[in-house]
C-alpha cells in the first residue's frame, strides 16, 4: 500500500552517549520488554499524569548530583510501569517517593494534608557559614543531541542569587510533593550526598534509546511523559498559540496506551505535537544497522520519480524524474496514489502535521504521498490535459536524498533577461556567489529566487546595503522554575556589516510557502529594510533554531526551541512575511513549462509591475 509515513527529510545522528545511568538499562543482547496494549483510564491515567508531572518537575530542576547524571530514559519507563497500578494516594506516594528517591533524596512526597517538613540539608547552615548554592539555569534546553547549536544551554551553576532552600510545592492527584529547587555543596558535591553507585555505561556505539521496543506500552507511555513535559516547560511559542498542553497530555498517554504497532506510536506522538502548531516540530524514528549508527526510517524507503504540489486545489505534478519515462508530465494532475484519492490520503495525513500555517501543513503533509518500499512498484491515477484518468506504474526507486529542481528553473544564476541576473538561493554554492559577484554588480537588476530553503549565510544580504542592518529579534526561553514560572527571554539581535561590491541594479525575491526558517530570516531583513520587491506568496511562519532529542525506542523529537519575531516586536509565528507583488503558479503555466512566478520578478525589476 502507498503511501507509507514520512519520517524525516535529511539523515539525523545519533543521540550522545548519555552520562552513566543509575538504573539499569536492557541493552542489545537481552530481549527488550514487551508489555501489550490496552487502555489506560481512570485511576491509572490519573497516576500516570501525576508521574509525568512530577518526572519533570525533577529531571530539570532537582540539582542534585545524582539527578544530573540519572538515565533519565530508564527512570522514565520504570516509572510510568510503576505508578499505574497505585489504588490510591497513599500508594501512588509511596511509589513517586520510591522511584525519584534514588536521584532526589531531598523530594518530598506524601499524601494531600499530611504535613512534611523540608529536610534540614537544603536549609542554610545555623554557623552562618555560606556554603554555594546549586541551581539549574537552563537557556532553552539542552537534551544532548549533539547538533552542534550552541544556543541551548542546561547547567548547574553555583547561584549566590537564589535563595537557599527553595522549594517547589504542587499538589498531583491527592499527593503533595515539595521539590527542593536549590541545594547546599560542598566540595564533594550537592548535599545530602548520595549513596547509589552509578551504573556501567552502555557499550560503546550504542544509542540507549534503542535499547527499547516501541512494542512495549510502558516504552510508548514514557516517550508521551518524556516528550510532553520538554515542551511543557521549553516551548517557546505557547503564548500564541491556543492549546489547552494538560489535556493533550491525557490524550497522548491514552493514543500511546492503545497503540498496536510502532508506526501506531509515531503516529500518536505526532498527533501531540501537532498540538503546538510548529512547523519545524516532527517525529523520526531511528533503526538499528548491522554496523554503523542508527539511520532514518525514511532512508530505507524508494521515492515515486515525480514531484507535485497543491496548485489551484489541485495537487499538480510539477517535475518528472527522467526515469519516469514520457507517461508523466508536467502539469498532469494526480487523481490518486495506490488506488485510494489524493483527497483521501490527504485526510489522513494533514491531521497529524504539525504546522504553524495551512499552506505549509499542507505542504509537508503531501510528501509522504511519495514514499513506500525501495524498488516496490505504484499505482498513479494521472489526468493529462483535456484527457482521461490514466493509471500508470512507477518504481519507487530514488532515494531519500535524490533531489532535482521542484519545478523548471533556469541554472543556479543565469541571465533572464536584458541586464538581468538570476540567482538560485536553494541550489547555488558560495563559490558560484562569489565568482558571480562582479557579473551581478553590473546587472541593471538581480532577482534571487527564495523558495525554499537557501544555501547561503544571510550576511549575503550585505551586498544589498550600505548601512549596516540588523537581524529579526531572537529570544532563548529562560527556564529556572517548573511550569514556566517566571519564565523570561534573553534577546539575541545579530548584524549584517556592508559588503562590496554592492548590487546597485533592482532587486527583488521570489518566494512562498516552501520559505521557512533561515529563509524568513533573510526575507525579514528585506521587507525591514527595503533592500528589494518581495514576490510570490507569504511564507511559512515558521523560525527559530530546532532542537532535537531523543526518547526510548529509537524516537527522535525535533521541535523549534527559540522563538523569533518581527523587528518592531510583534508577533511572526504562524504568520511569515507577505509578498509585496502577489504571485502564484497556474495549472496552464505548468503545463506549458512557465515560471510566473518567475515572470512576474522580471516584470517588477524592469519596471512593468508596480
Known sequence: ??????????????????????????????????????????????????????????????????????????????GARRVEGAASAEELAQILGDVFGPVAPTLRVSPSGLRQDVPEAITPPKDGSKPKIVAWRHEGVDLRMGEGDPVFRSERVNDPDRLPGEVYEVELSGVSCKLPLTLLADERGT???????????????????????????????????????????????????????????????????????????????????????????????????????????????GFLPLDFAWVEEKLVVT?????????????????????????????????????????????????????????????????????????????????????WPQEKRPASIAEVGAGISYVDLERVTAAQFEAALPTLAKASAVIFDLRGDPKLEPDTLGHLTSKRIAGPPWQIPQVVRPNREGLTYKEIRWFVEPKAPRLGGRIAFLTDERAAGRAETWLSMVDHDNLGKIVGSSTAGTNGNVNAFAVPGGLVIRWTGARVLRHDGSRFHGVGVRAHVPARRTVKGIREGRDEVLEMGIGVVSGKVK
Open 191 to 301: 548535599l545530602p550526598h548520595g549513596d547509589a553507585a552509578p551504573a556501567a555505561p552502555p557499550p560503546e556505539g550504542v544509542s540507549p534509546t534503542l535499547a527499547y521496543s516501541l512494542k512495549d506500552r510502558e516504552t510508548r507511555l514514557a516517550d508521551i511523559v518524556m516528550a510532553w513535559g520538554v515542551m511543557q516547560h521549553f516551548h517557546p511559542y505557547f503564548d500564541v498559540v491556543e492549546t489547552n498542553w494538560p489535556a493533550v497530555l491525557r490524550k497522548s498517554l491514552s493514543e500511546a496506551a492503545t497503540a498496536l504497532d510502532e508506526q501506531a506510536m509515531v503516529v500518536a506522538m505526532e498527533r501531540m505535537l501537532v498540538q503546538l502548531h510548529d512547523g519545524q516540530a516532527s517525529v523520526t524514528r531511528m533503526l538499528k544497522q548491522s554496523e554503523g549508527p542508527p539511520i532514518p526510517e525514511a532512508a530505507t524507503r
Open 1 to 78: 500500500m502507498l503511501p507509507w509515513v514520512l519520517l524525516a527529510c535529511g539523515n539525523v545522528p545519533p543521540p550522545e552517549p548519555m552520562p552513566a545511568p543509575l538504573l539499569p538499562v536492557a541493552l542489545p543482547g537481552a530481549a527488550p520488554r514487551v508489555d501489550p496494549s490496552r487502555p489506560l483510564e481512570g485511576r491509572a491515567l490519573e497516576n500516570v499524569v501525576a508521574f509525568a508531572q512530577l518526572y519533570n518537575a525533577v529531571r530539570f530542576f532537582h540539582p542534585s548530583d545524582e539527578a544530573a547524571r540519572a538515565d533519565w530514559s530508564a527512570i522514565a519507563v520504570d
Open 319 to 403: 517535475s518528472v524524474h527522467p526515469s519516469a519515462g514520457a507517461e508523466v508530465r508536467p502539469g498532469d494532475i494526480v487523481v490518486a496514489i495506490g488506488n485510494k484519492p489524493v483527497d483521501a490520503w490527504m485526510a489522513v495525513f494533514e491531521p497529524r502535521t504539525p504546522a504553524a500555517t495551512p499552506a505549509w501543513r499542507r505542504l509537508v503533509a503531501t510528501r509522504p504521498l511519495r514514499m513506500g518500499p525501495k524498488d516496490a512498484t505504484a499505482s498513479v491515477t494521472l489526468k493529462h490535459e483535456g484527457g482521461e484518468p490514466v493509471t500508470v506504474q512507477l518504481k519507487l526507486s530514488l532515494g531519500m536524498m535524490d533531489r
